[in-house]
DNA sequence: TAAATAGTGTCTGTAAGACAGTATAAA
DNA sequence: TTTATACTGTCTTACAGACACTATTTA
């Protein structure tokens, strides 16, 4: 390699051997609602760096496929769940770069937010293959209060902030809540999952008014479970929130 | 490499030689108002493959330096820009990974989203070092228009079309626009960047009462160039619009 | 003066926030 | 009945959108 080159032909002489091996890993922030509670995917790790401590699941860009492709792979790998099922979200949050972010080498990491379906009670199981024993469900909110010594492995604090932030920012604005959801829910359920990524209450009789005309009535009614009224189920529609449903504020 | 490996151990038996070479790039999407009209930096490839179509600046990402870091260094190479002065915001757009959007080889790029600022009237020149030269300003909503063989080399016409997208929502609740002007400015200096970005014209009153709250005034007023009062000068802070600004539906 | 721009005032309709009231079901 | 939930209605206040009007400058 002879000396600086401009930009233009950098790329036509480009030769692997001159630069060192930048890894490219896909990383997941998998939020999930189970009573009231947002809830993030994490796995211990058991080896150094950073060891006994949690992480955000992940894993590298093979040759063949694009950063979603591999975080749509990793996903399947450590939940077992049935990616078929269109009840799974997916979308790219950031790139996270700095050099020394992975003590150990050059990891560059594309992080992705993925939005998991549930009844609002029951959290999917993360059961699947090897890793998956040491994965487990914790309260989104709590880990990011982060008791001191209760951080994250490598920068993932700052990853699950982002996650949390961007779900939250979107969902005044969107019916992305609903893919926290089944294909069909009541707007009590919708209700609860804003409740439970905003830490926050929501006036019931607003909450409605505000929200119906982004959702579809499938005419169905729940049946109840514990006294009250039965639900209208919905659907949701690509239909955004106009003008957006104003998130309390937190003092 | 023996066999399939789990996600925890994965990393921990991690050999380049295992991995293709994968180039990390940085590409910038580099916005500036002039006339009231949005432009956007590019340049024209003088090599195959998409040799003489226009594309957005960028290069590679060093060993020792933050994908950020690379587009800063990227700007001031084609602009000749002094940097130390703040007038030049840099925001990370989203990362570009499908495994042949370069036909060439793989080459996965984070894309920035950088707003210079200006008067109003002069674009910044793009004259610096050796690529500059092919370096120009064009209308950017022209380009997305997208004359039939007008489109932008690789996958960079989807790049600025996010680019112009994540610039335009965040218009409607952050005060990003002021980041396209001086550090004090008027309000119809900012009104006309909100006009170029939407590229539809905006009620100077109403605009003028929903802006100022999250404006400092400094006192000061301008001398008037072509009849009309003077107007205030203001400063920027980083209040946000709240309830947003809504930008005019496009029918 | 006339023309151009800056900025304020006013009116109207819509809708958010607060909350009462009604309906439907289970215990 | 009581209790819990679902939903609708009402009232007040805030503000967006439209636009008239005044003020301040240059030509």
Redesign the interface.
Known sequence: MNGPQ???????S?N?GD??????AADLVVFAVAGSVLHVAL?R???HPFRDRLAL?????G??????DAARR?LA??TGLDLGGLLVHIE?L??Y???LR?P?????S?AHLVLLATNGSTLPALAG???AA?AGWYPAHEILAGKPGGQLAFDHSVILLDGLNRLAGKMEYTTVATQLLPGEFTLTQLRTVYEAVWNSPMAPGNFTRKMTPQLEDTGQKTRTAGGGAPATLFRATDRHI???L?RPRTP
């Open positions: 401009t930009e233009e032909n950098y790329l036509e480009y692997p630069y060192p091996p930048v890894a490219l796995v790790r058991g080896t699941p992940g894993g590298f860009v040759p063949r496929e694009s950063a979603e990793e790998e450590e790219q950031a790139t770069s700095a050099p992975d150990r080498m050059r990891v560059v594309t293959a090897g890793d040491d106009h003008p957006p104003a």
